[in-house]
């Protein structure tokens, strides 16, 4: 069991001891997410895998929250940004703008990027470094204007 899996088991554990039930179904929704992969690739899960899926968790939350906003539904709106408050708790520190510009500014030097044909091979090394610590759809656009302007 990866030391990311251990202290979301344990928080399950906690939770449930504090009576917290809204946390606790969230807590669990991440279990259930990891297991169902667990099962289905028969594989047990490291840390990076399971950064995956809680950002694609959060990614989902953010894209529910557009929506519902459209929609004027302010009480959707909050109960997905707890869920997001409460995911975001097990997925690495966010990455600051000035961190996050600096592992682009490198990717962009370290693959020789000149224009917005070279999106993918900046992509491929940025991924890795920032998933589950920055929107993904942030970086890409930043990426994208730094290209387009070179």
Do not use: C, W
């Amino acid at each position: 069991m990866s030391d990311l899996q251990k202290q979301i088991q344990d928080a399950v554990i906690s939770t449930m001891k504090s009576g917290d039930k809204e946390r606790l179904k969230i807590i669990r929704l991440m279990t259930s997410a990891m297991k169902q992969i667990e099962v289905d690739e028969r594989i047990e899960l490291d840390d990076a895998r399971i950064i995956a899926i809680l950002d694609k968790m959060v990614k989902q939350r953010r894209e529910s929250i557009s929506q519902f906003k459209t929609a004027g539904r302010d009480d959707l709106v909050k109960q997905e940004s707890f869920e997001i408050d409460i995911i975001q708790e097990f997925l690495p520190q966010a990455l600051s703008e000035e961190e996050v510009d600096a592992i682009v500014k490198a990717a962009i030097e370290q693959t020789g990027a000149s224009s917005i044909k070279d999106m993918g091979k900046v992509m491929g090394l940025v991924k890795p470094q920032i998933i589950g610590r920055a929107d993904m759809g942030e970086v890409s656009g930043r990426i994208k204007s730094t290209l387009s302007s070179n």
